[in-house]
């Protein structure tokens, strides 16, 4: 029975009761009944009885709906708890991902100083490997500047010796 249906109920009865009897009737004494009263009484009851009966309703409904209200709650609280539980895990792997980074940073900075300190040794080999190419080339022309004095004087000895050595012979038979 729905709101509608229960107020055309109590207004029925309303109507089919009579003020001028109810206002006779004293606490105490009780009346007497007529058939109308009877179906007045009964309409009542019944209207009691299906009011109790949609009261009854409503509560089965109210309580489904607040064990309903207790579950999606529960979820929800599950749902926040899971997620809280997310976000601890995401915000323990973004330290441990900043730490990472900051040793991983501090090593690239190491290996640029590293780069660095290398390209400058190498710098300073390949000057130094310069400077030596240079100083073999000033060497081997210096050693074909000397192989060419030894050899003029090789030669020049070559051609002085014989003539040297027909004086020796000379003077070496006019003292014999």
Do not use: C, W, Y
Not at 151 to 167: E, F, K
Request: net charge negative; no cysteine.
């Amino acid at each position: 029975m729905d709101a509608l249906d229960l107020d055309q109920a109590t207004d029925e009865i309303i109507q089919r009761a009579d003020p001028n009897v109810a206002a006779l009737a004293a606490p105490n004494f009780p009346r007497r009944q007529s058939p109308s009263d009877v179906d007045d009484a009964t309409a009542a009851l019944a209207l009691v009885s299906e009011t109790a009966a949609a009261i009854r309703q409503l509560e089965q409904h109210s309580a489904q709906a607040v064990a309903r209200a207790h579950n999606a709650a529960n979820a929800v609280m599950e749902e926040l708890e899971r997620t809280e539980s997310r976000a601890q895990h995401a915000e323990m792997a973004l330290r441990q991902a900043e730490a990472e980074i900051a040793e991983l940073s501090t090593a690239a900075m190491q290996a640029h100083k590293d780069i660095e300190t290398l390209q400058s040794r190498l710098a300073a080999r390949q000057a130094e490997l310069v400077a030596m190419e240079q100083r073999a080339t000033v060497a081997e022309r210096r050693a074909d500047e000397a192989e060419e004095a030894i050899q003029s004087i090789v030669t020049a000895i070559r051609t002085q010796l014989p003539v040297t050595s027909g004086v020796a012979a000379e003077q070496a038979g006019e003292a014999a």
